[in-house]
Structures are given as C-alpha cells and as structure tokens.
C-alpha cells in the first residue's frame, strides 16, 4: 500500500553543516510530493513541494527533488542554522481528495 | 487571507470521558477538511476527510467520529475516551482547485489519563 519512508532521527548537527534527510515513497501513479516542517508546539507548515518528476522544490534554502526512478524526494540544505531545528516530515497526496500520506518524521537539532 | 482555529489547545480528560475538538477555517468556501492524529514519536495518520458538510470519510476504524455541521467547521468527537487517544490532532483545510497544498491549524494536545 501506500507508504512514506523517512530517515530516522534525531539528527544532530552543528551550525552551518551540510544536511540531508532521506524520503522514499510507494504510492500508485506520480503523486504530489511534499515536505512539511514542524516547529516545536506548533502545527505543520509546508517548506516546499514537487508536483512532478525532476521538479526541484525550494524555500528557505532547503531543496528537494523529484525523482521518479528511485521514487524519492530528499530535503537538502547547504547550511543549517540553529532556527533550523524542528521535525521535518515527507509526504504525498494520494486519491481524489488531497489526502495526504506522511512519513514518520525526522527531528533535526542544530547546536550552535 | 484564509485563517484555521482549532481549540482548544490541549486536554487533559479522564479515560471514559466524551471528546469535543473544533476546527474552524475563515477566507475560504466549501475547503476539504481533514483530521490528522499525530501519537507520540510517531508521524501523522488521517482520520477523517469532508469535502462537504455532513458528508465525511473515515480512513481507519477507530473510538473516534468527526461531523460538519457547517461549511468551515469540522469536529471531532468521541463518546468514551480511551487511553490509546492521546495524541496530538491537527485539523488541515484545502482549497478543491488547489489541491497540491494543505494548511494545517495549531493543533490540540490531548492527554488521556
């Protein structure tokens, strides 16, 4: 069935690191593919999205492509900073109405 | 500019007790409406879809109904808590012509003891 699989957190890294946090799919046909991220006490807000193969997503400098031959979508950022640190979640939407299918979710914590 | 309330905040209720969550979406007509638990250290799992009032789906069987009395507002309700509720819900909204983004309200934390 249709299923998101992220990288296991906690990933820890200090200020100005490299960052990627891996994202696979299995869904039916070439769905939406999106990441949300998750700021402590707060809700989720949409970083950036792909709506088709090779899109390349953007916002805030994290990046994410679409790529329909290995059926991923890894959230990349050159250079992390401490407001950085949340839980970042991939997901699709599948079906007639936008239903949405997460992954578990990955908590990024930038030190100084 | 659209706006989604959702309340209250957090919860903390007795097992067995009756749930009320609310979620309001202001600046838009006739959205999707959609109900996510999050559990503990875990991701998110849709409990319910509306694209109309009265009219809702349920993804997974559960303690647990949501109604839409009204256009922008959607519910979520159970007559008897148990423990394996608690979690954090979160109530989302999308426009049906752009169906390539979800809005997320803040949330409730609810803890059942």
């Known amino acids: 069935g249709d299923s998101v699989t992220q990288m296991e957190g906690p990933v820890t890294l200090s200020e100005e690191a490299f960052l990627t946090i891996n994202c696979t799919y299995t869904?039916?046909?070439?769905?939406?593919l999106f990441w949300y991220v998750q700021y402590p006490g707060e809700g989720l807000q949409l970083l950036l999205k792909?709506?088709?193969?090779?899109d390349k997503g953007s916002n805030k400098g994290f990046e994410a492509t679409y790529r329909k031959e290995t059926t991923s979508f890894h959230l990349e950022k050159g250079s992390v900073q401490v407001s950085d640190s949340a839980v970042y979640f991939c997901?699709?939407?599948?079906?007639?109405?936008?239903?949405?299918?997460f992954g578990a979710g990955t908590r990024l914590a930038v030190h100084p | 500019s659209q706006t989604i309330h959702q309340w209250p905040a957090t919860l903390v209720q007795p097992v067995g007790s009756p749930l009320s969550l609310e979620c309001t979406v202001e600046?838009?007509?006739?959205?999707?409406l959609y109900w996510y638990r999050q559990a503990a250290g875990r991701g998110l799992q849709l409990l319910f879809y509306?694209?109309?009032?009265?009219?809702i789906s349920s993804e997974v069987p559960q303690n647990l109904s949501a109604s839409r009395p009204q256009d922008r507002q959607f519910i979520l309700s159970s007559k008897k808590l148990l423990l394996s509720d608690s979690g954090f819900y979160l109530c989302?909204?999308?426009?049906?012509?752009?169906?390539?983004?979800?809005?997320f309200g803040p949330g409730t934390r609810l803890t059942v003891l």
């Open positions: 989302a909204w999308t426009d049906p012509p752009n169906y390539n983004e979800q809005f």
């Open positions: 869904a039916t046909g070439y769905p939406s």
């Open positions: 792909a709506t088709k193969a090779d």
């Open positions: 997901a699709f939407a599948t079906g007639g109405y936008n239903k949405l299918i």
């Open positions: 600046g838009t007509s006739n959205p999707n």
């Open positions: 509306s694209i109309g009032i009265d009219q």
